[in-house]
């Protein structure tokens, strides 16, 4: 059950994964853009687990996410910052959130 529910969240990042690449495919008309894509919801993705720490998660998610690793992928790839991005951020922000949540109503019993 427990290995059934971790390949239903791995085959899921995995798909997130990709359709972040396609989207900036066709929104930076390159596949240096979809790569980019790519790696920065990879890396934010890793960062979404901050949500593990209730409240401070979504605090250390969203500084170190908009000050540091978005920034740097961005120069990194020489991409410049569009909406995919702030979608990218905003969904994974939705996730730690929803962790936070899930830790909590954990905690509580």
Known sequence: MVEEKAYGVLSHNFIWILMTGIIGYFEYGSLDGA???????????LLAIAGILPLIGQLVYI???????????LEFTNLEKTWVVDLIFGY???ISMIISATIVLILKK
Request: glycine fraction near 8%.
């Open 35 to 45: 790569l980019g894509m790519m790696l920065l919801t990879f890396v934010l993705s």
């Open 92 to 94: 994974n922000l939705l």
């Open 63 to 73: 500084f170190l996410g908009n000050f540091y690793i978005i920034p740097a992928i």
